[in-house]
């Protein structure tokens, strides 16, 4: 194939789908073979990870290619260049991808045993976690960034090389957070008491520190370490706080050092930096705000492009909601003009411990792919593209293997290209999915999601839970009521009721009181608030309903603040007595309840009509409301059906109004259209059909084109009416089957393409 050069390509204004394939895991001479199966698919670029691990020789200095021709990464770069595929670079310094080390070269952990961070009760983990900011620590990556950095800067694009973006580490808290091990070593509590007390006083510290029979002396530094190791009932919740958002600035700076070190080494402003976001787990995305809750800091100032990982499998009504707020609260944390994108998005059979438990079909990577593209992404890079081999290490550790992963001799076998070179049954099918992305690429780029009705919360703090204490009852308890209520709600149901509901709701960021400053008053905020939130919110809260916000309150509304002391300024505001919450038998080991006993909830009549159309519905917990004597616009919505008491009930404050929905409501679209319309928020395009499942999401370029994005994401097939300010979008209905998508473009004075696109089935 003769040379060409790589078609301009910029990460910051065009849509871009790349596929990772790891060099180091190939021979050199499988490299043509594999960009040019990744150039059948379709994509404009190339994603590899560079390991520290991989690259480091038994004497502490780095091979590029001198004398393994596997890690020639320079040669690599060049064959990308030549077949017109441009590159993002991911030179960690941690990498994952199942390496030893999470990536990191050995001699930087066999020098420096101290790097290593000392968690609860003063436990060190066999995991790396290290201190980001620990000097041995950085001065073993400058010496990494050395090396590495040089090759990637001659390779930039713009000299003339493929390299359009340069990653900056990899999941960032991501092992502190899954083994629950936060960095407590003694530097870094020294520096948290003295972040603290500069920000406060030292008595201040020693009040929030000092209580109980804590040994804790704010003027003995001996003691800071020990107390926070094993803090008291008294002190988790402070520290719970203290700790996250200290913990977050400390990655915030961490990735300014990093981005400086790439500036200084050559690459310029003309390439993207870029950070990766972790938080699925167990093929959900539900717990994946965790990651964007730690990591936002990293990407505030604008310059830096964050990215999703998403792995969930097939996209079903199950896991809408997951991958939906994953997208929508990435976004928010985002500037108007800032790009974000989906970094690991996974194309693979899903297969991924070689056991056959699992397999995702053909249309799953189309349906993500369209729905994140949808969702205002612009950067995809497929993950795993084609699977590799993993080499030996340079000197035997004596682990079982000796090679450089955990996962054996194979890697990536669940990936569309095999470790042999082998196209997978799906590969053809991603290839067309590719194909129609690219093709269409200009106009989906510039296609961004309109002004919705509804705006979902994101409360960033009630995701800071990738810590916690395991010897406290009263952290247990407090994570365990944010992880059922917040974002999406209990059981999800908030954002799927929205979502197949036609609302496409995108998100805020509520991360201060200022937040709703910024928070315009034209849509209805939907909030699922849990029993936690700071009354300063709060208060905040009540201000943008009295100038005329519109408000859907889903689960209990708060009565304490993130430290756990009673904080009710929002019910104050709103003119509501909270009463004891009736919990289903489900969680009667957890809360007051029976067991045996389910709370039913029925419509209240308003007007000589019921609320909704139907019977009383279980719900897995309802709070009675009361409005206060002086409240005059009070509505219930719902009541308990033994008691009678409001459960769902609608106020007026100042020019707003709020409806506190304080149940587990069902899934029902007659329940939340009636809550919705009660508060003005209609769907953009209205959607009929007898399906569930049907996802809608309306998006405009600048320049007036509309592209309708429709899928199917159900097991049904469905026939689909879609009308906008009361006349149809198409001529007659939108036969779409089970499992698939299309989007409809129109172009100003033209009527809509009937079907610009359809994925597999």
Not at 167 to 178: A, F, K, Y
Not at 290 to 300: E, M, N, P, V, Y
Not at 337 to 359: H, I, K, N, P, R
Not at 478 to 501: N, W, Y
Request: with cysteine; proline share 7%.
């Amino acid at each position: 194939m003769p040379p060409r050069a790589p078609a301009p390509i910029d990460l910051r204004t065009d849509l871009v789908v790349s596929g990772e394939i790891h060099y180091f895991r190939l021979g050199r001479d499988e490299w043509a073979d594999r960009l040019d199966t990744a150039a059948r698919t379709g994509v404009t670029a190339i994603a590899t990870y560079i390991p520290w691990l991989a690259h480091e020789l038994p004497d502490g200095t780095f091979d590029f290619g001198e004398r393994h021709p596997h890690l020639d990464l320079a040669g690599f770069l060049r064959l990308c260049a030549d077949r017109g595929l441009a590159v993002i670079a991911r030179p960690g310094p941690f990498v994952m991808a199942e390496l030893k080390n999470e990536g990191l070269g050995y001699s930087v952990m066999r020098r420096h045993p101290e790097i290593r961070c000392v968690g609860w009760r003063g436990e060190l983990r066999p995991e790396t976690i290290v201190d980001y900011l620990h000097p041995a620590y950085l001065d073993g990556v400058r010496a990494w960034f050395d090396a590495v950095i040089p090759i990637l800067a001659e390779h930039a694009a713009s000299r003339g090389g493929p390299v359009i973006g340069v990653q900056l580490d990899n999941e960032i808290g991501m092992l502190p957070w899954v083994t629950n091990s936060p960095d407590l070593s003694e530097r870094t509590v020294a520096e948290l008491i003295e972040h603290l007390v500069d920000v406060h006083t030292a008595e201040a510290v020693q009040a929030r520190y000092g209580v109980g029979h804590s040994a804790f002396d704010v003027t003995d530094r001996s003691t800071w370490a020990p107390a926070l190791r094993a803090p008291n009932e008294q002190q988790v919740l402070v520290l719970h706080r203290d700790l996250g958002r200290f913990t977050r600035e400390r990655y915030a700076r961490y990735t300014q050092l990093l981005a400086t070190w790439v500036r200084e080494r050559g690459v310029g402003e003309d390439v993207p930096l870029l950070v990766n976001v972790h938080g699925c787990w167990g093929d959900r995305a539900t717990m994946f705000p965790l990651g964007i809750s730690q990591l936002h800091r990293t990407w505030a100032g604008g310059e830096v492009i964050p990215g999703n990982d998403i792995y969930i499998g097939d996209l079903d009504l199950d896991k809408l909601p997951g991958f939906w707020v994953s997208n929508a609260f990435l976004a928010a944390t985002c500037r108007d003009d800032q790009t974000y994108g989906v970094f690991e998005f996974e194309v693979g059979s899903g297969d991924y411990g070689e056991a056959l438990d699992v397999s995702s079909g053909p249309e799953a990577a189309g349906l993500k792919l369209q729905l994140a593209i949808a969702q205002g992404s612009s950067v995809i890079n497929y993950y795993l593209l084609a699977g590799g081999r993993n080499p030996l290490l340079f000197e035997p550790v004596g682990d079982g293997n000796d090679r450089v992963a955990f996962t054996g001799e194979r890697h990536g076998f669940a990936a569309p290209v095999s470790p042999e070179g082998d196209v997978a049954p799906w590969f053809d099918e991603t290839a067309r999915l590719t194909a129609a992305v690219r093709d269409q690429a200009r106009v989906l780029r510039a296609a961004k999601p309109e002004r919705p009705p509804v705006t979902l919360g994101f409360v960033v703090d009630h995701y800071m839970t990738e810590y916690r204490f395991p010897d406290s009852p009263r952290e247990a308890e407090f994570v365990a009521d944010l992880e059922r209520f917040r974002g999406s709600g209990a059981r999800e149901i908030l954002t799927r009721a929205l979502v197949v509901g036609g609302y496409a709701p995108d998100a805020a960021m509520i991360d201060d009181a200022a937040a709703f400053d910024r928070l315009s008053t034209d849509r209805v905020l939907a909030l699922a608030p849990t029993p936690y939130l700071d009354d300063d919110i709060q208060r905040a809260l009540v201000e943008w309903v009295r100038r005329g916000g519109r408000l859907l309150l889903s689960g209990p509304p708060p009565q304490w603040d993130m430290e756990g002391n009673e904080a009710t300024a929002l019910l104050d505001g709103l003119g509501v007595q909270l009463g004891v919450r009736d919990e289903s038998g489900l969680h009667a080991m957890t809360y007051a309840a029976t067991p045996g006993r389910t709370p039913f909830v029925a419509p209240s009549v308003v007007g000589g009509r019921s609320v909704w159309d139907g019977a009383e519905v279980s719900v897995g917990f309802a709070h009675p409301l009361t409005p206060r004597g002086d409240i005059a616009d009070a509505t219930a919505l719902a009541e308990l059906a033994r008691t009678g008491e409001a459960c769902v009930l609608e106020v007026g404050v100042g020019e707003g109004r709020a409806i506190l929905a304080a149940a587990d409501l069902p899934c029902l679209p007659e329940i939340w259209e009636a809550m919705l319309d009660r508060l003005g928020a209609e769907p953009t395009v209205r959607v009929t059909s007898a399906g569930r499942g049907i996802v809608v999401v309306p998006c405009r370029t600048p320049d007036d084109v509309e592209v309708v994005h429709v899928l199917n994401v159900s097991p049904w097939d469905a026939t689909v009416t879609l009308e906008r300010d009361g006349r149809p979008l198409l001529g007659r209905p939108l036969d779409l089957p089970r499992r698939s998508g299309a989007w409809l473009v129109r172009h100003p004075g033209e009527e809509f393409a009937r079907l610009a696109y359809a994925a597999a089935r």
